[in-house]
């Protein structure tokens, strides 16, 4: 198998025609291009997503743990519905001391409590043949009203397709922290470029447009960045999608960042960026409960009848690999790591 994600042949071919029982409480089951799968219990429903626990110890403990809780929260918030409870299994390498853990689980304490999430259960275990980044996986359930679920698959033809944040977020935040000071870049540039850190979440973005505005369909740019969430919202919607390049919102440092390694930001991992189709009559809400909150975005394009994405009214090729941990190791070669940041984990 291919490093990363699987792709969406690889998913319908080996994924989706096993999906265990039937069950008539599923709402919506694995889809790809969606970001959580939802049961309905009662009179609620349950959006629920699983993803790997990944700490990047290169980033120092307090942001490798916060960049861990927000990975693992994100799905599920862009059912529009606030993450409400949490399960965290944690594989972690033997070498572990019980101090580092300590500063890694307050951080998930920390964090989780601020956005009202009990973490409810999970597994805690040193193993052999684990090792980090990866070392686990959490799933998340928001438990809400069904009337403020926005599923996926809702993008219909007239609505407006709005961004957050713009490209190469994750990218050019990842690549800024751990080697812009080595880097032959301005101040400027290296201190914006580690400011796209810090809006690696796209929790805010999915909870304050959907609470704003008629949001039908919401998907976070990760792996191969945005021009691959545009394919996968599209096809989770069966739709088309057709955007204007020069429309979407570039935030400071990344084009500077991305050439500096040789990166099209369009196709890095942009965790933190949030796609999202909105019926015409609430753009201007939503755009500005947005931007009451200090998040960038703007309308990008529109949903169209068909199939695919169209960008500049020309068809957009689908990404097939995406370039963040080729440069992540480049850069290690190029300009070593933040070894005292490393080394933190040692001295806890």
């Given amino acids: 198998m291919e490093f990363g994600k699987v792709s969406g042949a690889f998913f319908e071919e080996h994924v989706y025609p096993s999906l265990g029982a039937a069950r008539d409480d599923v709402r919506l089951g694995p889809t790809h291009g969606a970001d959580f799968g939802v049961v309905d219990v009662g009179e609620r429903a349950v959006a629920m997503a699983t993803d790997p626990v990944f700490v990047l110890r290169e980033l120092g403990l307090e942001r490798a743990a916060w960049f861990a809780f927000h990975i693992v929260v994100s799905d599920a918030a862009l059912s529009g519905i606030p993450p409400s409870h949490l399960s965290v299994d944690l594989n972690l390498p033997p070498e572990t001391s019980p101090e ?5 689980w307050s951080v998930f304490d920390r964090e989780a409590r601020d956005l009202g999430i009990a973490i409810t259960t999970g597994h805690t275990g040193a ?71 810090d809006e690696v979440s796209p929790v805010r973005d999915a909870l304050v447009a959907a609470a704003a505005g008629p ?13 691959n969430a545009l394919h996968e919202l599209a096809a989770a919607s069966g739709v088309r999608l057709s955007a204007e390049r020069e429309r979407f919102p570039v935030a400071p440092g990344v084009r500077e960042v991305c050439d500096a390694f040789g990166l099209d930001p369009w196709v890095s991992s ?79």
């Fill in 100 to 104: 580092a853990f300590g500063r890694l």
């Fill in 270 to 348: 942009s965790e933190g960026t949030v796609l999202l189709t909105v019926r015409p009559d609430g753009v201007d809400d939503v755009l500005g409960a947005l931007a009451d909150e200090g998040i960038r975005a703007a309308d990008v394009g529109r949903v169209e009848a068909g199939s695919g994405v169209r960008m500049d009214g020309a068809p957009l090729a689908e990404p097939s690999r995406d370039p963040l941990w080729d440069a992540y190791e480049r850069g290690k070669e190029e300009y070593g790591v933040q070894t005292a940041w490393a080394e933190e984990w040692d001295a806890a």
């Fill in 215 to 227: 949001v039908t369909a919401m998907h976070d740019a990760t792996e191969r960045g945005v021009d």
């Fill in 127 to 197: 193993y052999a043949g684990c090792a980090w980044p990866t070392v686990g996986a959490a799933t998340t359930l928001a438990v809400g009203d069904p009337a403020a679920l926005v599923l996926p698959t809702g993008a219909e033809p007239g609505n407006r397709l709005l961004c957050t944040k713009g490209p190469a977020i994750e990218t050019t935040g990842i690549l800024s922290v751990l080697y812009g000071d080595a880097m032959e870049l301005d101040d400027e540039t290296v201190r914006a470029g580690k400011e796209r850190f």
